[in-house]
C-alpha cells in the first residue's frame, strides 16, 4: 500500500478493486425505450434489440452517443442510473465509512467490528500474563495492522489509549474474562499462566465468543482500517466524485474516491467527469 504524510502523521491510503461492471447497454437501451429511437443507434446489437436481443453484445459496448449526449448536453441523468459499478474497499479508515455513508444511494457492505475484532480482546487477555502487559500488547497489536496510520510513534499513542480503556473496563468488571473469552477456551488463561505468547496463539486457535465485540467497541478510534463492498450507480458515482474527489474533501474520502475513479474504466468517467468528455 501506498503511505503518505499529512500534517506530520504518516499514512496508509486504501486500495480499490473493480469487481464488477454493468456495462452501458442497458443504459442506453433504457434512454432509447424512452425515444423509440433505437434505429438511430450506432450500435448494431441496440438497433435489434426489440427483435433479436443480444445481451452479451448490449453489455459489452463501449460508446453511446445518445448516453453522452443525454448526459452533458439535456443533463438526464436518470438513465445513467441503471449502469453500476462494485468495488472492493481495503484499508480505508472508519473515520471516512462516517462520511462515505452520507451518500445515500449505494448499497454498502461493511466488515463488522465487533464480529471481528476478536484478536484484540485475546491480546489484552493475554497481555495480563506478562509482567510488561502494555509492552506485550503494544508489540502485538502492531502486527495485527489494524490502523490506516503507520507512524509508529503515534502509534504507541493510540494504542496506549485502547490498552488503558481495556484495563479501565478490567479492574470494574470481575466478569472481564467470561465476557471477553469463550466459555471453552477459559481452561486455557491458567493452563498457559505468565505465558502471553502461548496463550495469545491458543485464543486465537480457539473457539470465538459469539458477539464478544458488543462490550469492547467502545476501544475504537477513527483510524481503525475497514473494509467494505460499495455499488454505485454511476449517477450517484457523479455526485461521489464531485464532492470527494475534490480539494474541498477530507483528505482521507478524497484518497478513496482517487482510487475509486483509477478502476472507474473510462467509458463510465465518460459520462460523469467533465475531464473526460
Same mark, same amino acid.
Given at each position: 500500500?501506498?503511505?503518505? /504524510?499529512?500534517?506530520?502523521?504518516?499514512?496508509?491510503?486504501? &486500495?480499490?478493486?473493480?469487481?464488477?461492471?454493468?456495462?452501458?447497454?442497458?443504459? /442506453?437501451?433504457? #434512454?432509447?425505450?424512452?425515444?423509440?429511437?433505437?434505429?438511430?443507434?450506432?450500435?448494431?446489437? !441496440?438497433?435489434? #434489440?426489440? =427483435?433479436?436481443?443480444?445481451?452479451?453484445?448490449?453489455?459489452?459496448?463501449?460508446? @453511446?452517443?445518445?448516453?453522452?449526449? $443525454?448526459?452533458?448536453?439535456? *443533463? *438526464? *441523468?436518470?438513465?445513467?442510473?441503471?449502469? &453500476?459499478? @462494485?468495488?472492493? %474497499?481495503?484499508?480505508? @479508515?472508519?473515520?471516512?465509512?462516517?462520511?462515505?455513508?452520507?451518500?445515500?444511494?449505494?448499497? +454498502?457492505? %461493511?466488515?463488522?467490528?465487533?464480529? =471481528?475484532?476478536?484478536?484484540?480482546?485475546?491480546?489484552?487477555?493475554?497481555?495480563?500474563?506478562?509482567?510488561?502487559?502494555?509492552?506485550?500488547?503494544?508489540?502485538?497489536?502492531?502486527?495485527?495492522?489494524?490502523?490506516?496510520?503507520?507512524?509508529?510513534?503515534?502509534?504507541? !499513542?493510540? +494504542?496506549?489509549?485502547?490498552?488503558?480503556?481495556?484495563?479501565?473496563?478490567?479492574?470494574?468488571?470481575?466478569?472481564?474474562?467470561?465476557?471477553?473469552?469463550?466459555?471453552?477456551?477459559?481452561?486455557?488463561?491458567?493452563?498457559?499462566?505468565?505465558?502471553?505468547?502461548?496463550?495469545?496463539? #491458543?485464543?486465537?486457535?480457539?473457539?470465538?465468543?459469539?458477539?464478544?465485540?458488543?462490550?469492547?467497541?467502545?476501544?475504537? @478510534?477513527?483510524?481503525?482500517? %475497514?473494509?467494505?463492498?460499495?455499488?454505485?450507480?454511476?449517477?450517484? $458515482?457523479?455526485?461521489?466524485?464531485?464532492?470527494?474527489?475534490?480539494?474541498?474533501?477530507?483528505?482521507?474520502?478524497?484518497?478513496? #474516491? /482517487?482510487?475509486?475513479?483509477? %478502476?472507474?474504466?473510462?467509458?463510465?468517467?465518460?459520462?460523469?467527469?467533465?475531464?473526460?468528455?
Amino acid at each position: 500500500m501506498q503511505k503518505i /504524510e499529512m500534517y506530520h502523521i504518516e499514512y496508509e491510503k486504501p &486500495t480499490v478493486t473493480l469487481l464488477q461492471e454493468s456495462g452501458l447497454g442497458v443504459a /442506453e437501451i433504457a #434512454a432509447r425505450t424512452c425515444y423509440d429511437s433505437f434505429d438511430n443507434s450506432e450500435n448494431e446489437c !441496440i438497433k435489434k #434489440a426489440m =427483435t433479436s436481443m443480444d445481451t452479451e453484445a448490449i453489455n459489452a459496448i463501449d460508446n @453511446s452517443e445518445l448516453l453522452s449526449n $443525454l448526459a452533458w448536453v439535456h *443533463h *438526464h *441523468h436518470s438513465i445513467i442510473e441503471h449502469a &453500476t459499478l @462494485s468495488f472492493l %474497499v481495503q484499508g480505508t @479508515s472508519r473515520g471516512v465509512l462516517q462520511e462515505h455513508a452520507r451518500h445515500r444511494l449505494q448499497a +454498502i457492505s %461493511v466488515r463488522s467490528t465487533r464480529y =471481528t475484532m476478536s484478536s484484540v480482546i485475546n491480546a489484552f487477555t493475554a497481555s495480563l500474563q506478562s509482567e510488561n502487559g502494555f509492552d506485550f500488547f503494544l508489540k502485538t497489536l502492531l502486527l495485527l495492522d489494524l490502523f490506516v496510520i503507520t507512524d509508529e510513534a503515534y502509534l504507541q !499513542i493510540e +494504542i496506549r489509549a485502547i490498552y488503558d480503556k481495556f484495563m479501565f473496563q478490567y479492574q470494574r468488571n470481575r466478569d472481564f474474562l467470561e465476557e471477553a473469552v469463550a466459555k471453552s477456551s477459559l481452561p486455557l488463561i491458567e493452563q498457559h499462566k505468565n505465558n502471553p505468547e502461548a496463550l495469545f496463539k #491458543a485464543l486465537e486457535e480457539g473457539k470465538k465468543k459469539r458477539n464478544v465485540g458488543d462490550g469492547f467497541k467502545h476501544i475504537v @478510534s477513527d483510524n481503525w482500517k %475497514v473494509d467494505m463492498v460499495i455499488t454505485f450507480n454511476i449517477r450517484s $458515482l457523479k455526485n461521489y466524485f464531485d464532492l470527494r474527489d475534490s480539494g474541498a474533501a477530507w483528505f482521507q474520502i478524497r484518497w478513496l #474516491a /482517487e482510487k475509486m475513479k483509477e %478502476v472507474t474504466p473510462t467509458k463510465y468517467l465518460k459520462l460523469i467527469d467533465k475531464n473526460y468528455k
